[in-house]
């Protein structure tokens, strides 16, 4: 099946810093997701990608779909402790509805 | 407010028990979705559905069955639970690409 690679899987930063994360795979996708998920909770959808090429912004974050279709990058700028959490990847497949995720990267805030 | 829900949020049963996972959504979506997260693996596919009575296996669906005989709901079963499928599991549902998930359910199997 289709894989996704996420990077880092874990960060550990200072308030205020920038924070960068990547995705890449093999294969095109058509659609890019950037979800994040608390502690105890279900993934929660941040930004959608749907063109290569496309930067979108929501708040301090930033997202864009590579112009290869084959990956995808999301910033976090000026960071604050509440951005801890676990942030998720994903790309569509090309037929359906179906998703894939990346395996997370975990992001630890220190006051 | 639309939402999806899951229930129970925690359950633990015994080996070889029978258990069914409950998921609700008043979107009104045709896609459910159903995953497992562990850790090391993020979310993987279990089951889905793209409309009533239309099921499909994913990628981790042997031991998991579902059924889907309304629009809003997507019942996962483990018909004879082992201790490999300890997790936490999550349904979603979409209208397109983007899925929305409910809060989980953690089962442990003894």
């Known amino acids: 099946g289709q894989q996704l690679n996420q990077s880092p899987q874990s960060m550990f930063i200072q308030e205020g810093e920038d924070v960068s994360m990547n995705c890449t795979s093999s294969?095109?996708?058509?659609?890019w997701l950037w979800y994040k998920q608390d502690p105890g909770e279900g993934p929660v959808l941040l930004i959608a990608?749907?063109?290569?090429?496309e930067l979108t912004s929501n708040g301090r974050l930033t997202a864009q779909f590579g112009i290869t279709r084959k990956d995808s990058f999301l910033n976090i700028s000026a960071s604050i402790p509440s951005d801890v959490g676990i942030y998720f990847c994903?790309?569509?497949?090309?037929?359906?509805?179906?998703?894939?995720f990346g395996e997370g990267t975990q992001l630890t805030v220190n006051p | 407010d639309a939402e999806i829900t899951q229930s129970p949020r925690h359950k633990i049963t015994e080996t070889g028990r029978q258990v069914t996972l409950a998921c609700h959504q008043t979107?009104?979506?045709?896609?459910m979705f159903w995953y497992r997260q562990d850790l090391g693996h993020g979310l993987r596919l279990i089951h889905y559905?793209?409309?009533?009575?239309?099921?499909n296996k994913g990628e981790v669906s042997d031991g998991y069955s579902v059924s889907r005989s309304n629009t809003e709901d997507l019942p996962l079963t483990l018909e004879s639970a082992a201790s490999s499928q300890t997790s936490v599991y999550f349904c979603?549902?979409?209208?397109?690409?983007?899925?929305?998930f409910g809060p989980g359910t953690r089962l442990t199997v003894l």
């Open positions: 979603a549902s979409s209208e397109g690409d983007t899925q929305y």
């Open positions: 294969s095109i996708f058509n659609t």
């Open positions: 990608l749907y063109k290569a090429g």
């Open positions: 994903a790309g569509d497949w090309p037929s359906g509805s179906r998703l894939t």
């Open positions: 979107w009104n979506h045709n896609n």
């Open positions: 559905s793209y409309g009533v009575h239309d099921t």
